[in-house]
């Protein structure tokens, strides 16, 4: 206890979002201040938490309102565009992915945009890896890779950088990407499951 220099709580938002719901233990932090013999600062983290909750958010954590400092950046990125497309398939046939890469595409034709796919689970996320993989030449289908949380901290890394620099065609992933972060600033299709794009410049 006496090495702790602080408590952080990324995403704060959800604290009051989803602690009436589905995370009631979110709303139950606050009295954790009283569990240390001195006074550990909290930071919150959170790129969508509004002026208007930031009341809820003292009162549920136990914070002093004087000490309560607020950075704000800016999240817009004007090189994403938003595109809603209707699934015409069945989710677990991932034929709404055609798109991406055509068929039989070899080492000779046109490279796609690079992408990044989110997927809700592991499983879908090599199934739909391996689905676009097969509709690359086969000298191209180490191209197209999967990650998740299974995996090592090295190989997310490599295989990121991989994207970024264009080795990779493309990846399917869970949320161990990180939607928000650096790399799906640098893919040009971004597609969750759902099938919501995402396209860049």
């Not at 979110?26 to 569990?35: D, N, S, T």
């Not at 983290?45 to 950075?71: C, F, I």
């Not at 890469?101 to 000779?108: D, E, M, S, V």
Request: hydrophobic share 40%.
């Amino acid at each position: 206890m006496d090495k702790l220099i602080n408590i952080v709580l990324d995403e704060a938002h959800v604290i009051k979002e989803w602690g009436g719901t589905f995370r009631t233990n979110y709303l139950k932090l606050g009295p954790i201040h009283y569990r240390f013999p001195r006074m550990i600062p909290f930071h919150l983290g959170s790129a969508t938490v509004s002026k208007q909750l930031e009341p809820e958010l003292v009162k549920n954590l136990h914070l002093r309102v004087d000490s309560l400092a607020v950075m704000r950046c800016n999240t817009d990125r004007p090189n994403i565009f938003l595109v809603v497309e209707r699934m015409k398939h069945p989710t677990n046939s991932y034929e709404d992915l055609t798109f991406i890469i055509k068929k039989n595409l070899g080492p000779r034709d046109k490279r796609p945009p690079k992408f990044l796919v989110f997927f809700n689970s592991r499983g879908e996320a090599q199934a739909g890896a391996k689905f676009l993989r097969a509709r690359l030449s086969p000298e191209l289908r180490d191209k197209v890779k999967w990650f998740h949380s299974g995996m090592t901290d090295q190989f997310r890394e490599d295989e990121m950088h991989a994207l970024i620099i264009g080795e990779s065609l493309g990846e399917g992933s869970t949320n161990a990407a990180g939607m928000v972060s650096l790399t799906a600033s640098k893919v040009e299709i971004i597609i969750t499951m759902a099938y919501l794009s995402i396209i860049g410049n």
